[in-house]
C-alpha cells in the first residue's frame, strides 16, 4: 500500500523534498504554517552542488532563467579591495551547473509549481503530533490529518524536532543581520560576482538576482549595535560608496532585521518512520551560503533512497548516516568563519587579511571541491 508521506514546511527545503518524491512516484503533502508561500523580501544564492540536484530534477535553466548566474566570489575590506577570491569556472565546466543568485520567492515559487500547488496546503501551522500505528498532525486550525511518514522541514525552531526527537539548542552568535533588495544599475564589474566586505566587527555583501534588482545584507557584532542608536548607513559609513547607495535604495519597509543564530548539532535525524531535513536537522549560520543547499541534498538523498524502494525506517537511517557529517562540518566552519570575519582589532585584521590573500587558490579549491561533490548521495 502508498504510503501516505507528510513533509512538514514549504521552505526551499520541503518543496525541493516534495518535488523529487513526485518525481520518483510518491503523492507528498506539504502543510505550510503561512497562508501564502511568500517567503521575507530577500535573496539567496543556490550554490553548484544545490544546483547539480536540480539539474538532475530538470530544473536547472529554469532557475538559471530567474536569477543571475554567478562566477565568481569575493571577500573584499570594506573599501572593496580584494582579500579572497574564488573562481568558480572550474566547476562549471566540471559539473554543468552555475552558482545562481535569485530571489528566494522566485525560486520557491518555481518548486510549489513543480510540486503542485494540489499537493501544497497553506495555513496550516503544527501544534502537536502523537505517534500510534501511524502519526496524527494536529493544527492550529482544529483540524488533524494522519499520515505515516513525516518530514520535518519546519526550519531552526522545527516543532516535529520538538516533539518527536525532543533535542535542539539554538545558539547566538551575538550578530544582527540587516537584509534587503534594491533596483539599482549594478556597475559591470559585480555583475556575475558575489562580494561580501569585511569591516571591524560588521560586513556587508551584495549580489544581482536579476535585470534590476541587488540583494544584500549587513551584518554587526550585537554590541555595537546596542552602543550604537545610528541608521544603518552611519554603522557602515567607513564602507564604499556603493554600499551606502544600495542601502539609500531600498525602502525602509523592505529592510529585514534578524538575528545570527544556528543549531548545536544533533547526532538523531531519523526516528522510526519520521526524519529532519534542512534547518530543522542542522540550521547553520549564512556565513558560507550552504544553508538552504544543504537542505536541497538531504532531500535529493531522501528521494533517491525511497526512490530505491528502500524500507522507511533504513531509508531515513541511511539518509542520516550519508548527510550528518558533511552537514555539521559546514555549520562547525561556518560558525568559525562568522567569529573570523567579525574581528575588531585593528593589528588582527590586518594579519587576518595578509594570512588571506597569501593562501594558496589550491586551498579555496580544496574545500569547494569538498562542498560541491554531490556523489556519495545516491
Known amino acids: ?92 565546466s566540471v559539473y554543468g551547473v552555475y552558482n545562481v543568485a535569485i530571489h528566494r520567492a522566485a525560486l520557491q515559487r518555481i518548486l510549489a509549481e513543480e510540486t503542485g500547488f494540489e499537493n501544497i ?32 522541514a519546519d526550519g531552526i525552531k522545527s516543532v516535529v524536532r520538538k516533539q518527536l526527537f525532543n ?24 555583475q556575475h560576482e558575489a562580494n561580501e566586505l569585511w569591516g571591524k566587527g560588521k560586513r556587508f555583501g551584495f549580489v544581482k538576482i536579476s535585470d534590476s534588482k541587488v540583494y544584500w545584507y549587513a551584518v554587526a557584532s550585537k554590541w555595537l549595535v546596542k552602543e550604537n542608536s545610528q541608521s544603518l548607513t552611519e554603522l557602515l559609513n567607513e564602507f564604499h560608496p556603493e554600499v551606502l547607495a544600495m542601502i539609500n535604495a531600498t525602502p525602509q519597509e523592505n529592510i529585514f532585521i534578524s538575528d545570527i543564530t544556528d543549531l548545536e548539532p544533533i547526532s538523531t535525524w531519523a526516528k522510526d518512520k519520521a526524519c529532519l531535513l534542512g534547518d530543522a536537522a542542522h540550521a547553520t549560520t549564512p556565513n558560507m551560503g550552504q544553508g538552504a543547499c544543504q537542505a536541497v541534498e538531504d532531500a535529493y538523498t531522501i528521494a533517491q533512497l525511497l526512490g530505491a524502494g528502500k524500507e522507511i525506517k533504513d531509508a531515513f537511517a541511511s ?47 580544496k574545500l569547494l571541491d569538498k562542498i560541491f561533490d554531490i556523489s556519495n548521495l545516491g
Open 167 to 190: 533535542t535542539g539548542e539554538i545558539r547566538d552568535a551575538q550578530q544582527v543581520c540587516w537584509r534587503g533588495i534594491c533596483e539599482m544599475n549594478l556597475s559591470e564589474k559585480y
Open 1 to 92: 500500500m502508498e504510503k501516505a508521506i507528510a513533509i512538514i514546511g514549504a521552505g526551499i527545503g520541503g518543496l525541493t523534498t516534495a518535488m523529487l518524491l513526485k518525481q520518483k512516484g510518491f503523492e507528498p503533502t506539504v502543510y505550510e504554517s503561512a497562508p501564502s508561500i511568500q517567503p521575507v523580501g530577500a535573496g539567496i544564492v543556490m550554490a553548484n552542488n544545490a544546483m547539480q540536484v536540480y539539474k538532475k530534477a530538470g530544473i536547472q535553466h529554469t532557475i538559471e532563467q530567474a536569477g543571475n548566474k554567478i562566477t565568481v566570489m569575493k571577500i573584499t575590506d570594506e573599501r572593496l579591495k580584494p582579500i579572497s577570491v574564488m573562481e568558480l569556472s572550474k566547476y562549471e
Open 121 to 152: 496546503i497553506l495555513s496550516k501551522r503544527l501544534l502537536r503530533i502523537e505517534q500510534n500505528e501511524n502519526y496524527q498532525l494536529s493544527f492550529e486550525d482544529g483540524t488533524v490529518a494522519h499520515t505515516d511518514v513525516v518530514i520535518g
Open 319 to 365: 539518509y542520516e548516516k550519508r548527510r550528518i557529517k558533511k552537514a555539521h562540518d559546514i555549520v562547525k566552519r561556518s560558525w568559525s568563519v562568522g567569529k573570523i570575519s567579525h574581528i575588531e582589532n585593528g593589528a588582527l585584521i590586518w594579519l587576518r587579511n595578509i594570512a588571506m590573500k597569501s593562501l594558496p587558490g589550491s586551498a579555496n579549491n
